[in-house]
DNA sequence: TCAGATTGCGCAATCG
DNA sequence: TCGATTGCGCAATCTG
């Protein structure tokens, strides 16, 4: 059922030591063909592209409208994560390759806090389930902005057409008090009213 | 960016999102009720609830505000799928039953589909790869319609304050026709003399 | 009945 | 370290 992508081991690894991509990934994941559309992901770091696709209104636009007409199409096979229990094809190959010898030697030891991470384990039932909460109030939380966004465009569709009417109305009674007063002679010579024309 | 334009495209984004006027009201705060308000949810059917939270954008955020709060909590084991081979329970058994016999009976094949759902089979992963292209695609749409939404917004506000502005110029130079004319007597007093106010 | 479209959910990676 | 986000795949369901 869980589609386990990367191997226990090399998560450990690379959530305990995150390695600047930019630095030691000199990626260039051979932009041959068929994976070249991923590639084209991959060279932006998550942190790049999040940034893009969260704060930068016309920067997500731009990323989306690049991925928008392929991203729906299959994945290439090399990107995809092998079978749950075959060996797992890194996403980002390049980073563990370099050290991968070092960090699975039998000298490294893993950091306390990632010794128990294993499927069977409680500890890893509690993170998943806590990050499964987590995800579940994050995406109700989205849902809302989304259903917020949505009726204030409404409202503000309203109002608009309400103010559009408005300024209808005004400058029509603008046009007929105009006619008036350009019926009505400046006049008012009797009391030399100063009748000063503003307008 | 004309009114037109923005207008036509609200009113393209409006009929793909009907949402009738009253569910606009800010949605009751969910009377409070610790275990209704999950009740509440499997009281609507999916089709229900699907129209709800996609037709109606108000009924999705009443709906979403009693879940809300509660939502994110842990399912309980009873609103969990049952397992994939395990006795589904119809989402909608009013339809179902009424049928059920018929399709159940010994006479009725099950359907070619249905017959080589192995998780092993060809035929299985094809589906899957299907269906996960259908998902990439509906999920960018979506990402696409809700960044749409958020431009549009902004681009309401703004024309927004725009003809609030226009209003306020309009209005006050009413005000100073009005004062005119007011101050000016209907003409002809010479030879008419009745100078009555007209406005 | 069928195939694509939606949607809720869990997982893993990543962000903050 | 831990909650919040996000892309993705799965399964159920909807839709035409």
Redesign the pocket.
Known sequence: ??????SSV??EW??SY?VPAQTLAPPTPAPSGSTSQLAQ?DLL????S??L??GGGGGEDRVSEQMMGL?YLP?AASC??SGPGGPQTL??PCVFFCFQDFFLSPTFRA????RSIT?DSAE?RL?????????????D???RRILLTQQRALQLQEENQKLQIRIGQLTQELDTLKHILSQRPLQGPVEGGSAGSSI
């Open positions: 059922m869980s589609d386990s992508r990367v090399i998560q690379a959530s995150p992901m770091s998550y942190s790049q999040a940034a696709l969260r991203s994945y995809l994560s996403t980002r950091p306390a806090t990632k499927k890893y993170r998943r389930e806590r990050n499964n909460i987590a995800v579940r109030k994050s995406r939380k989205a849902r």
